[in-house]
């Protein structure tokens, strides 16, 4: 569980970066990200790191293949 403190940190990167709550989006299974469903994941790694980032399945590939690159 992360203290309240980390949460409240990742709500203010979210809203400031995306305008959206990563805590509503990971509770309504939407994305973060681009506000599309998030309920299909590829594997379970995926599927943790949504209810770690808020990133559906297709952002998570753009965001982690774009880093990948560098």
Do not use: P, W, Y
Request: with cysteine; hydrophobic share 35%.
């Amino acid at each position: 569980m992360k203290s309240s403190s980390v949460i409240n940190h990742l709500e203010n990167i979210t809203m400031n970066a995306f305008g959206r709550s990563r805590v509503l989006s990971i509770a309504g299974n939407s994305c973060v990200v681009c506000g599309k469903a998030a309920t299909n994941f590829k594997d379970e790694v995926s599927r943790k790191e949504f209810s770690v980032s808020g990133m559906c399945q297709t952002c998570q590939d753009s965001f982690f293949n774009d880093q990948s690159e560098d």
